[in-house]
């Protein structure tokens, strides 16, 4: 089963940046695309920004474009999320997934494979 462990989470005040991590155990790092999501309070969960796991090829969600990097380590089966000029309303539970896709066109956040992982908490203040 595909698992992920999500971390690098912290306090931060607006404007600031940090990176997240995501490591996948029990899937082979060629085969799918990779996802990040989030989930603030009160609120659905939505993927964010994903990224082919082979070709590299990148999406982002509009409000996030610009501001977020997501990137990738094959042989560390890692997934990684830069954000800069973080926004008090970003402040969230962050999760990565496997997703069932060898690239990241159409609704990708649809195609999550295996479970959840623990998540990785930001805050941001104003």
């Known amino acids: 089963q595909v698992q992920p462990v999500e971390s690098g989470g912290d306090r931060v005040q607006a404007g600031s940046s940090l990176t997240l991590s995501c490591t996948f155990s029990g899937i082979d790092a060629a085969d799918f695309a990779r996802g990040w999501f989030r989930q603030a309070p009160g609120k659905e969960r939505e993927g964010i920004a994903c990224i082919a796991f082979h070709s590299g090829n990148t999406y982002y969600q509009e409000s996030v474009e610009g501001r977020f990097t997501i990137s990738r380590d094959n042989a560390k089966n890692t997934i990684y999320l830069q954000m800069n000029s973080l926004k008090p309303e970003e402040t969230a539970m962050y999760y990565c997934?496997?997703?069932?896709?060898?690239?990241?066109?159409?609704?990708?956040?649809?195609?999550?494979?295996?479970?959840w992982g623990p998540g990785t908490q930001v805050n941001v203040s104003s």
């Open positions: 997934a496997a997703i069932t896709r060898l690239d990241c066109s159409g609704s990708w956040w649809n195609y999550r494979v295996g479970a």
